[in-house]
């Protein structure tokens, strides 16, 4: 399938009713077989003749499943991706369900440390520390040193119950952090805003990609900036605004509606004219989530990459850690985030965001290790 037409075929409007459910079971891309497809989605999705032509199939089985994996309303295909592959000519649901198939399992690239610096005097975990430019420099110059491929300066904190600030105080934040950055390193440069005019600002001064925690709805400005200068994009799920987001947070699936609200916010980057190749997308842990939503979330991951985007995440410090393990200070939750980066890595996550970069890269690249397929050989029994 070319490019276009699978974007146009996960995007398009049959997309949400084809949606996958339980897809890979929770189960690691890198660990499932990709010649075998197995995808849940509603029932009404397909027209008889559809189901007609799938069930038909040489080895593709079309039924209910049990109970546990979501039955009830929910139909599940199986069976070898060569035989929904010879049914994709005349199908555009098999043709959807392929492409949903192949980005879910396609495996993941190599993950990546985002390092965290907030030019801000109120983030959850380390507000203050870098207010100085001087100061934030040498931090984004040390997490560099200790691993981070990729940097994230912000100037306004996103925690729940944080007021915004004025884009004119959001500018001076973070302006003299990311040119003096820029002058320092040839690592990629993020600026985390959700305001037109501070991330034109940033990208002026020398950043390179936008991550908005708002996915372009805060200010849908950005998302023509975005277009206008072909730089990547971060596109964040959030129930409601940071000032409100963590008082009451509902969800009837929570993997199935970042999905879909992911799945939107693509097509609106689509539609500005913004290529696909650079949206990057993020399920937005602990921005109106409860502790069993982020968890969900987390387990949810292969699910999500069946947009065929990278994931990135962002898990450190947070106070979901903190309510597992039992410790109060943000900067004390050291191995709960190297926990939570290594489940991250094994489920398919490619960019993990961190305030930790020393850690955190020994973390991923055990994670890795693990998740990559090749045994090692057999010590010998000498040994
Ligand atoms: N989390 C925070 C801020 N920006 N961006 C993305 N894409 N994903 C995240 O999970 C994410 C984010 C919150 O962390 P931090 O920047 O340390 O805190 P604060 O918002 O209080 O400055």
Redesign the pocket.
């Known amino acids: 399938m070319e490019g276009g037409e699978a974007a146009a075929a996960i995007f398009g409007e049959r997309a949400q009713a084809l949606e996958p459910r339980a897809l890979l079971a929770g189960r690691s891309p890198r660990a499932v077989d990709p010649a075998a497809v197995d995808l849940v989605f509603r029932p009404g999705a397909l027209a008889a003749a559809e189901r007609e032509l799938l069930a038909g199939r040489s080895g593709l089985s079309l039924g209910i499943p049990p109970p546990a994996d979501g039955g009830g309303g929910w139909q599940r295909l199986r069976g070898a991706r060569e035989a929904l592959a010879s049914a994709a000519p005349r199908s555009l649901a098999a043709r959807l369900l392929l492409a949903t198939h192949d980005q879910a399992t396609a495996r993941p690239g190599p993950p990546r440390i985002m390092g965290?610096i907030?030019a801000?005097p109120d983030?959850?975990?380390?507000g203050g520390l870098a207010l100085d430019p001087a100061r934030a420099v040498a931090r984004g110059l040390s997490l560099v040193a200790e691993g981070a491929e990729l940097l994230d300066v912000?100037g306004e904190?996103?925690?729940p119950g944080?007021e915004g600030v004025a884009a004119d105080e959001e500018r001076r934040r973070v302006l003299p952090v990311i040119e003096g950055l820029r002058a320092r390193t040839a690592v990629p440069i993020s600026i985390?805003t959700t305001k037109a005019a501070v991330a034109r600002a940033a990208l002026e001064a020398g950043a390179d990609l936008v991550?908005d925690?708002s996915a372009g709805r805060f200010d849908p400005g950005i998302l023509a900036l975005v277009a206008e200068r072909g730089c990547g994009i971060?596109l964040?799920h959030m129930q409601g605004r940071p000032r409100d987001m963590q008082r009451a947070p509902r969800y009837v699936h929570v993997v199935a509606e970042v999905l879909a609200h992911l799945r939107e916010r693509v097509a609106a980057c689509l539609q500005c004219g913004i290529a696909l190749s650079k949206i990057v997308l993020?399920p937005?842990?602990?921005f109106g989530k409860r502790l069993e939503d982020n968890l969900a979330l987390l387990r949810g991951i292969p699910e999500l990459r069946s947009l065929g985007r990278p994931i990135?995440l962002?898990v450190?410090r947070k106070s979901f850690l903190g309510r597992l393990s039992g410790e109060e200070k943000p900067a004390e939750r050291l191995g709960d985030t190297a926990a939570a980066v290594a489940a991250g890595v094994l489920y398919g996550a490619e960019i993990l965001?961190v305030?930790d970069a020393r850690t955190m890269s020994r973390a991923v690249r055990v994670a890795a290790a693990i998740a990559d397929e090749k045994e090692p050989p057999l010590p010998s029994p000498r040994n």
């Open positions: 965290v907030n801000t983030s959850f975990s380390d912000g904190s996103t925690r944080a985390d991550n925690v971060v964040m993020d937005g842990i602990g990135l962002g450190s965001r305030h």
